[in-house]
């Protein structure tokens, strides 16, 4: 895990080789196409990209027409103003009438860093997975994310991919990608962690750590939202005494509430822990700041896994 | 009123500072916050009725910056103006700073709306200006919006309503730079003829050939507002204006000077 990419660079990469693919695809960026790096996409396939200027409405219900014309739109912009500003577009123009458009966002979570507070997305997956029908996948790397491009395209009706900034670590493994089956990376005996996005490298230093300390987890990558895997989570929980989530998301409505309700539902007599922003909006700072004082770095992480186990 | 001369040396002061906070951030958005300089500045100084040190006073003016990203020129003129210590620009879109990377309310003394979603702010200023004419209070609404901003739809619902009441106490100033962020407004979406469209939703129109020049913009401020309508001040401006290599640079929207850079652009503002 040594190379460092960011997600939203691969996110840019898997449309321009999807596009050459698929004459079908094409894609919708709102004046942020340097940032999202749909630009990758448009440089290659100038006239299958389409800007919408600072439009996210517009953009979103353009896609659904453009879905009923026979295309595979992708559209982008920061996840603030993709899931947020145009959620009645995305709800009622894309997912009411299932139509086969794929919003890619990036920028979401508090690693956004500086800009701040009003753009750092910490609510998308709670409103994305709400919406009926609506697929949600969150690449935890760059390797990843070529493969969740191709899945989302390769179905049929409305998906969200939720797309990280900065640059994070890429895992060695080629690892299968299905979208709503968890990708179990280590196997342990004490706790289970569920984590999704940038998150799951976290878990996983985590786990090492606690290895070398003779404390085995198992840590699976959530990278379907919805639907979730119910069971790889039934499986894993049945086998040991905690369940605990990672995201870097709100604790409210995400990941840690998907594998909460699965817990539930099932009557799973297990501790459960969610780990993710305490229901509070982010601020401006560097994202490893940041990260730190939302209680997601990977020190803190750990340390709050040690408090479930009591160790 | 404020010496002109005395104005134009404030201005630089503002642009110094705008080319500081974003190199100490070593992040922001200083072409969109060059180009406003005059128009924020002009209009503080000049024309409204606040006062730093009671920066809640009832009945004060309002200001919404509706292009939120040009938070350092406005954190500049509210800093220069005594609102809070200048110590604070150093803090910058640090973590636990009242100096956001967009503004928010919350946090500093004489910023009345949190913005950096484009389109929103105009909206609010809109409310403002009802709720200050619902109470029949003199209190006059300004807000500062960007070029790439108006393909927002919103500022348009906004300025329906906006003519819908009649609201004369409204100002919107729009910063057209001609530039956003994936290229020059044509590039990207044409806006097409923004004076026909701002006077079709029955604004009155003031046109500026120059608005980095103070004297133009302090005269447009200075004319009356027509009696029911709300008044649009459409600013032909420079991006990055004042920095030789930052101007009409679409490049400089959202990139911090370096340490190079920021001394350069310090040396031409000294000159
Ligand atoms: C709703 C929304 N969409 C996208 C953005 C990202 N964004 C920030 S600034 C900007 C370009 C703004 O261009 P313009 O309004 O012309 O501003 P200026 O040239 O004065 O800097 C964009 C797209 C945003 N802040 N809000
Ligand atoms: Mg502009």
């Known amino acids: ?311 | 009123m404020m010496d002109i001369d005395e104005l134009k040396k404030i201005c630089r002061e503002i642009r110094k500072d705008i080319i500081n906070m974003t190199a100490d951030a070593a992040s922001g958005h200083p072409g969109g916050s060059l180009s406003a300089v005059e128009l924020m500045a002009g209009l503080f100084y000049t024309q409204m009725k606040v006062d730093p040190e009671n920066p809640d006073m009832e009945d004060r003016d309002r200001f919404v910056l509706s292009k939120g990203h040009a938070a350092p020129c406005y954190y500049a003129v509210l800093g220069e103006m005594g609102f809070f210590d200048k110590a604070e620009f150093k803090n910058f879109r640090q973590l636990h700073s009242i100096l956001q990377g967009h503004p928010d309310a919350k946090k500093v003394p004489g910023i009345d709306a949190s913005t950096g979603s484009l389109g929103q702010g105009i909206s609010i200023a809109v409310g403002m200006a009802l709720g200050a004419k619902a109470q029949k209070k003199d209190i006059k609404v300004y807000a500062l919006l960007g070029d790439g901003e108006l393909q927002e739809g919103q500022v348009w619902e906004a300025c329906m309503a906006a003519a819908n009441y009649h609201l004369d106490n409204l100002t919107i100033i729009i910063d057209n730079n001609g530039l956003q962020i994936d290229g020059t407004n044509d590039q990207v979406m044409s806006l097409g003829d923004l004076s026909s469209k701002f006077k079709a939703f029955g604004f009155q129109v003031l046109e500026l050939p120059d608005g980095n020049n103070l004297e133009e913009v302090l005269a447009a401020y200075s004319i009356s507002t027509m009696e029911g309508k709300p008044k649009c001040i459409l600013a032909h401006t420079v991006k990055g204006k004042g920095i030789s290599f930052m101007e009409n640079q679409v490049g400089w929207h959202g990139k911090a000077p370096n340490e190079e850079e920021r001394q350069q652009a310090l040396k031409e503002l000294e000159a």
Do not use: W
């Not at chain 1, 070398?212 to 990278?223: A, K, L, Q, R, Y």
């Open chain 1, 1 to 311: 895990m040594s190379e460092l990419k960011a997600i939203r660079v691969a996110y840019g990469e898997a449309l321009a080789s999807l596009g050459e693919e698929n004459e079908k695809v094409v894609v919708l960026d709102a004046d942020l196409a340097h940032a999202t790096m749909t630009a990758t996409f448009g440089s290659k396939f100038p006239e299958r990209f389409f800007n919408a200027g600072i439009a996210e409405a517009n953009m979103v219900d353009m896609s659904a027409g453009l879905s009923t014309m026979g295309y595979i739109p992708f559209c982008s912009t920061f996840a603030v103003f993709g899931a947020g500003r145009a959620y009645e577009q995305v709800r009622n123009g894309v997912a009411y009438p299932n139509f086969n458009v794929k919003l890619g966002m990036t920028h979401s979570g508090i690693t956004l860093g500086e800009d701040g507070g009003s753009h750092q997305a910490i609510e998308d997956m709670a409103l994305m997975r709400v919406i009926p029908g609506m697929t949600v996948v969150v690449p935890c790397d760059a390797n990843e994310t070529h493969r969740a491009v191709k899945a989302v395209a390769d179905m049929k009706g409305p998906a969200y991919l939720r797309l990280a900034r900065l640059p994070s670590p890429v895992f060695e493994e080629d690892m299968p990608f299905e979208i709503g089956k968890a990708n179990v990376l280590k196997e342990g005996k004490e706790a289970v962690v569920f984590a999704c996005g940038i998150m799951v490298a976290t878990a996983l230093e985590c786990a090492k750590r606690l290895e070398s300390e003779g404390i085995s987890i198992t840590v699976v990558n959530m990278h379907t939202i919805k639907p979730i895997d119910q069971n790889c989570i039934l499986k894993y929980a049945s086998g040991c005494n905690h369940v605990i989530t990672v995201e870097e998301h709100s604790t409210i409505g995400g990941l840690g509430d998907a594998v909460g309700e699965v817990l539930l539902n099932n009557k799973c007599n297990v501790s459960f822990k969610k780990i993710g922003v305490e229901d509070r909006f982010g601020q401006s700072g560097k994202p490893e700041d940041l990260l730190e004082e939302y209680g997601l770095s990977e020190k803190q992480v750990y340390n709050q896994i040690k408090g479930v186990l009591n160790r």
